[in-house]
């Protein structure tokens, strides 16, 4: 089945600095990749996807690349916010795991005012 | 945050009892999905359900037993043969499967600790 791997488990940044996470799938596959944000004692929510036809995607801060070929997605925020800190998940769907997510391991972002 | 509930919020249990956890959504959607999270090992998946009357096991479905009788509902047992059962459980739910790009859409949670 498919594996994702995600690192740094942990990512201290200063306000107004950028942050990256990266993560890697085991499944050439696999087609889909999401990214969650939970905050403290709530639900995850979807903050941004890409399909594996498209190999960056944007949305205001918020950018996420796929490398097929090395089996790689990243999520990039740009001027990073206080309010930005939380878990962040990747996930990867398709392939063998075809109908389900399989997610990684999560990032503790902390944004220094 | 409506659309996908789960209750209760907070769940005590003593050891050798089962317990059901509740998880209703009025989205409309096929696939149903249980994970248990736990500090530091991120989403587990236990077992999910693309469509009525059908489910297949996660990664970690030992101690646990679900159904899947109504489009709205997926309640998940969490079973004495589950071993440390104490974590934070999530469900979710999606319009179809993920591979096709469909958003899972994720309940509150519940906190099961077992006294």
């Known amino acids: 089945g498919e594996n994702v791997e995600q690192h740094p488990s942990t990512l201290s940044v200063q306000e107004g600095d950028s942050a990256v996470i990266k993560c890697t799938y085991s499944d050439s596959a696999s087609n889909y990749f999401p990214w969650y944000k939970q905050e403290l004692g709530k639900r995850p929510q979807l903050i941004i996807d890409?399909?594996?036809?498209?190999g960056e995607k944007k949305d205001q801060r918020i950018a996420v690349t796929l490398n097929k070929t090395a089996k790689h997605f990243s999520l990039h925020i740009t001027e990073t916010q206080p309010e930005d800190s939380a878990v962040y998940f990747c996930a990867a769907a398709g392939g063998t795991s075809y109908g389900k997510l399989t997610f990684g391991q999560g990032t503790i972002l902390t944004v220094h005012p | 945050d409506g659309g996908i509930t789960q209750s209760p919020k907070y769940l005590f249990r003593k050891e050798g009892q089962n317990v059901t956890l509740s998880c209703e959504q009025n989205l409309n959607h096929d696939a149903m999905y249980w994970y248990r999270q736990d500090p530091g090992q991120g989403l587990r998946l236990i077992y999910y359900s693309q469509i009525v009357n059908d489910f297949q096991k996660g990664d970690i479905a030992e101690g646990y037993s679900v159904s899947r009788e109504k489009k709205e509902s997926f309640p998940l047992t969490v079973t004495s043969a589950q071993k440390n059962p104490t974590a934070f459980y999530l469900c979710a739910s999606s319009k179809g499967p993920n591979s096709s790009g469909n958003e899972q859409f994720f309940g509150p949670g519940t906190r099961l600790t077992v006294l």
């Open positions: 890409i399909r594996s036809n498209v």
